[in-house]
């Protein structure tokens, strides 16, 4: 029983244009959601966080919200560039066992030039 | 600085043989995790260590697999009588202190059995 999911397995957008991939979540115990970047041949690489106190984190052009009600993070691009393209997993850590974080299974990402 | 290394990056072996795949974290990181990531889908928690004890091993499939990490910095992951199934690209991650501090992983070890 998937607890992250992802549900658009692919996503294709122009350069300069806003991306917007999407996560949602089933358990509410989570208290700490991260975005990972891989790119083909390499391990995945931390992109952003945000904990649960909080609504909307930003970096660069980078910002990941929050909706707990809705169980539902989304990570936003702005603006996308060629070099973002990659695959993305959004992860979730469980509020008393941050060690043992659950992942979606990515979304693709590409960035036309 | 050096990131996670792992070794092999491939390891092709034959149904029932037993293989190691080795980890060697970031330099000062306490805490050591192992996933595992099948075809299309995400990394998948296998183990965590916080120094050289095993605070979770909820992950780990069955007694077949096991990992050690016997001075806290260098970990390897032992799968005995391997199966088909066992197919995958095993990720090794550390982290500074452990808890929500981020994770950093190395490439994998895409792990083929025939």
């Known amino acids: 029983d998937q607890q992250v999911k992802q549900n658009s397995p692919s996503l294709s957008v122009q350069e300069g244009r806003i991306s917007i991939l999407n996560c949602d979540y089933t358990n509410s115990m989570f208290d700490y959601f991260l975005w990972y970047k891989k790119y083909p041949a390499e391990g995945p690489t931390f992109l952003i966080s945000?904990?649960?106190?909080?609504d909307k984190n930003e970096d660069g052009r980078f910002t990941v919200f929050l909706n707990k009600s809705a169980k539902h993070l989304s990570l936003h691009i702005v603006p996308s560039q060629p070099g973002d393209s990659a695959v993305y997993f959004c992860?979730?850590?469980?509020?008393?066992?941050?060690?043992?974080?659950?992942f979606g299974s990515g979304t693709k990402l590409n960035v036309k030039p | 600085g050096a990131g996670v290394s792992q070794t092999p990056s491939n390891k092709v072996t034959e149904k029932g043989k037993y293989v190691e795949l080795r980890c060697d974290p970031i330099s000062g990181h306490t805490a050591l995790y192992w996933y595992r990531q099948s075809l299309g889908q995400g990394p998948e928690f296998l183990i965590y260590f916080q120094g050289t004890g095993a605070a979770d091993d909820s992950g780990l499939p069955n007694d077949r697999f096991f990992a050690v990490r016997p001075e806290g910095s260098v970990s390897t992951l032992k799968i005995q009588r391997t199966e088909r199934g066992d197919s995958a690209v095993y990720l090794c991650?550390?982290?500074?202190?452990?808890?929500?501090?981020?994770?950093?992983f190395g490439n994998g070890t895409r792990l083929t059995v025939t």
């Open positions: 992860a979730a850590g469980d509020l008393y066992n941050f060690n043992k974080f659950y």
């Open positions: 945000i904990s649960s106190i909080k």
């Open positions: 991650a550390s982290s500074l202190t452990g808890g929500n501090s981020p994770l950093h």
